[in-house]
């Protein structure tokens, strides 16, 4: 199984509402990454996650409070936001390390209004 | 610093015509690797290699083939007799090894087959 799956598929959200994403791989791997990518742009790396302890975290606005409850799931959740943050957002998981090839989900498309 | 240069923006080819996608890379490290990912319309990006620094050998797979050059610091994608299905953005990554989790990914290549 090689599957990373994300949920929900899209998200519209106003500036006050809290929201969650979830992601979940079965894959038996220990890093789990969350990306941010705007039309026409490369992912941008926003959190790693490396046996389950917060690794990476590439100056990310507060309002982003990403979590990982156990070796398999990584959430981000999402509160105040701004209509910038709109953007599709990318889980990704591999074997611990750089020289690993990264397995994306689908992603959530967010709009924010 | 690290660097990954795509510089086709975007590429339109008819089908069953040959493409090669170029990637240029910089580092200074001496242990690095390369990847290409695909993007379709859809938005999932879909791992299609992996070379490391120390393997120059070329590598095809069906009609996908990679030249990895090291002397000039390119690792091009080429598709052979492409489809309709092929239509897709494709980024180039580099990391840096064990040590970092972070890909440089280039800007991408919008390739667009037409039938």
């Known amino acids: 199984d090689t599957e990373v799956t994300q949920t929900p598929k899209h998200l519209v959200m106003g500036m006050t509402n809290k929201k969650s994403l979830k992601c979940e791989q079965h894959?038996?791997?220990?890093?789990m990454y969350w990306y941010k990518q705007k039309a026409k742009k490369p992912p941008e790396l926003m959190f790693v996650?490396?046996?389950?302890?917060?690794?990476i975290n590439e100056s990310v606005p507060s309002r982003f409070s990403p979590e990982c409850p156990n070796s398999s799931l990584l959430n981000l959740h999402l509160h105040a936001l701004q209509p910038e943050d709109s953007a599709l957002y990318l889980c990704?998981?591999?074997?611990?390390?750089?020289?690993?090839?990264?397995?994306f989900g689908p992603g959530t498309r967010l709009t924010v209004t | 610093a690290q660097k990954v240069t795509q510089a086709q923006t975007e590429i339109s080819v008819v089908e069953k015509e040959d493409v090669t996608l170029d990637c240029v890379y910089e580092?200074?490290?001496?242990?690095?690797?390369l990847f290409w990912y695909k993007q379709p319309p859809s938005g999932e990006l879909v791992f299609l290699i992996r070379?490391?620094?120390?393997?120059?050998q070329n590598e095809i797979s069906g009609r996908y083939s990679w030249n990895f050059q090291k002397s000039t610091s390119s690792f091009n994608f080429t598709i052979t007799a492409s489809q309709v299905v092929d239509s897709a953005v494709y980024f180039c990554?580099?990391?840096?090894?064990?040590?970092?989790?972070?890909?440089?990914f280039g800007t991408g290549t919008r390739l667009k087959v037409l039938a």
């Open positions: 990704a998981s591999s074997q611990v390390g750089g020289r690993y090839e990264q397995y």
């Open positions: 894959m038996g791997h220990r890093a």
């Open positions: 996650y490396s046996y389950e302890k917060l690794s």
């Open positions: 580092t200074r490290d001496t242990t690095y690797y």
């Open positions: 070379r490391n620094s120390f393997d120059e």
């Open positions: 990554a580099l990391s840096g090894g064990s040590g970092t989790y972070k890909y440089i």
